[in-house]
């Protein structure tokens, strides 16, 4: 389908390099009626073709390779609707809002041109239809532009901003379901990768007893290992990887928090595949989680250092915590600094208080456990601005769980029993935060 609405009532013009180290860019409503522009089907393909040969004649500083835009997809969640286009490359873009009608209460179009792109032939068009948005088109506009075209149902608030490595432009639209978020299941569904979330569906319980009818707050955890696929995380001086020794900890959990403590539980990962960070918390939200665990494992320049300590999302306290940030966001200083920017808008709906203490309950139980028998030391707990924990709606915390950049702590890491017992500290605290709700 083509995506051709053209001409602008305003017109907001950024790119990746802008978007990433300033403000996240805000949407205000505009009264101004866009203008229809006139439709241009012209064979793309074609043109793209003698223009950039053009372009790499005429100009040929700007005659870069062109970004390919490889995916659209898009989440519903309870509070907006999540749209991420996948790139190879960064690219420039700019973005519209047209066809608002505040009067009439028409929500209109928002689009979004990204210039110097050429869209992959598989990615095609969404139909989302979730009460905020009915669908997001996508064309190859002109030869050197890719035009994203989101028609909106419902909006109030919208929010641009990018990730890198690989380049995505995410797009987050707030505003007033229509549709009650319960009844998409069918259409959430298949933007989840098959692969990712596996749900234990509560079908044969019969071992599964609640601890006391107290806890029913606290139904569905996500546990959630860091990194996989092409993405091993750290890596100890023996060869060990992050993404293989939080996957065995994170079975373990899981097992435990169904067989001991009878919550539903979903992981994010129960293989090494490689999941986008953004897909970890939308699978949280999708299935309604009430807690959101991850697990990684540290690693630091300095050898020496050693110990357990667990994250909550909030801004970067500290240098340390900015830089551990960065390492498990996979992205630099700079980009955390973008990061910060967009959290001051996602605090609001983030449950704080209930991570910090989640937080707190799980790191004193983790290091009690551990330390019993491995003696090691309590880093406490702390905050950071966290990739991973951008926008869950539940309470969510990051578990450092050991140093394997520390020779000890990766002999340990590799050790089952070791895992066991951390996984054991985990649930413990899990079950004391469970406990402290009544
Ligand atoms: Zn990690």
């Known amino acids: 389908m083509a995506a051709e609405e053209g001409g602008s009532a305003k017109t907001k013009k950024t790119t990746a390099k802008k978007a990433a180290s300033g403000k996240p860019a805000k949407a205000t409503a505009s009264k101004k009626k866009g203008k229809k522009g006139s439709s241009r089907k012209t064979d793309a393909k074609a043109?793209?073709?003698?223009?950039?040969?053009?372009?790499?004649?005429?100009?040929?500083?700007?005659?870069?390779?062109?970004?390919?835009?490889?995916?659209?997809?898009?989440?519903?969640?309870?509070?907006?609707?999540?749209?991420?286009?996948?790139?190879?490359?960064?690219?420039?873009?700019?973005?519209?809002?047209?066809?608002?009608?505040q009067e009439a209460k028409l929500?209109?179009?928002?689009?979004?041109?990204?210039?110097?792109a050429k869209l992959n032939s598989d990615v095609k068009d969404l139909p989302v239809a979730d009460g905020l948005l009915k669908t997001a088109r996508i064309a190859q506009y002109r030869p050197e532009t890719v035009r994203v075209v989101l028609d909106l149902e419902s909006i109030k608030d919208y929010k641009i901003f990018t990730f890198s490595d690989p380049f995505r432009i995410m797009i987050d639209i707030r505003g007033d379901?229509?549709?009650?978020?319960?009844?998409?299941?069918?259409?959430i569904e298949p933007v989840t990768p098959a692969s990712a979330a596996i749900i234990d569906q509560p079908a044969e319980k019969p071992h599964k007893k609640p601890l006391?009818?107290?806890?029913?707050?606290?139904?569905?955890?996500?546990?959630?290992?860091g990194h996989g696929g092409h993405d091993p995380g750290a890596l100890g001086a023996d060869g060990t990887r992050e993404k293989d020794v939080v996957l065995a900890i994170g079975l373990k959990l899981a097992?435990?928090?169904?067989?001991?403590?009878?919550?539903?539980?979903?992981?994010?990962?129960?293989?090494d595949v490689f999941l986008e960070l953004q897909e970890r918390t939308a699978i949280a939200n999708q299935v309604g989680a009430d807690l959101f665990i991850s697990i990684h494992a540290n690693a630091a320049p300095n050898r020496s250092a050693s110990g357990i300590e667990t994250y909550y999302l909030s801004l970067a306290k500290t240098e340390k915590a900015a830089q551990l940030a960065a390492k498990e966001n996979g992205t630099s200083l700079e980009k955390v600094s973008m990061l910060q920017a967009v959290l001051f808008d996602l605090m609001a709906n983030y449950k704080i208080n209930d991570s910090a203490h989640l937080a707190e309950v799980v790191q004193k139980e983790l290091?009690?456990?551990?330390?019993?028998?491995?003696?090691?030391?309590?880093?406490?707990?702390?905050?950071?601005p966290f990739y991973v924990l951008v926008g869950a709606s539940m309470p969510s915390i990051l578990?450092?769980?050991?140093?394997?950049?520390?020779?000890?702590?990766?002999?340990?890491?590799?050790?089952?029993?070791?895992?066991?017992?951390?996984?054991?500290?985990?649930?413990?605290?899990?079950?004391?935060?469970?406990?402290?709700?009544?």
């Open 212 to 225: 006391h009818p107290g806890i029913s707050r606290i139904r569905r955890v996500v546990v959630d290992p």
């Open 399 to 438: 578990v450092e769980t050991a140093f394997l950049s520390n020779e000890k702590e990766e002999q340990r890491l590799k050790d089952s029993h070791y895992q066991e017992t951390t996984a054991d500290g985990i649930a413990d605290g899990v079950r004391a935060y469970i406990s402290g709700l009544k």
């Open 47 to 101: 043109k793209a073709k003698s223009e950039q040969q053009l372009v790499q004649v005429v100009k040929p500083s700007e005659a870069k390779p062109m970004a390919s835009v490889k995916e659209l997809r898009s989440w519903s969640n309870p509070d907006y609707t999540r749209i991420a286009i996948s790139l190879d490359r960064e690219a420039a873009f700019e973005y519209h809002r047209i066809g608002q009608d």
């Open 107 to 116: 929500p209109g179009r928002l689009y979004l041109d990204i210039n110097g």
């Open 367 to 384: 290091h009690k456990k551990v330390d019993a028998r491995w003696p090691v030391k309590s880093l406490g707990v702390k905050q950071g």
């Open 177 to 187: 379901r229509k549709t009650e978020i319960s009844s998409l299941k069918q259409v």
């Open 255 to 271: 097992k435990k928090l169904r067989d001991e403590i009878g919550l539903d539980v979903v992981m994010t990962r129960t293989t």
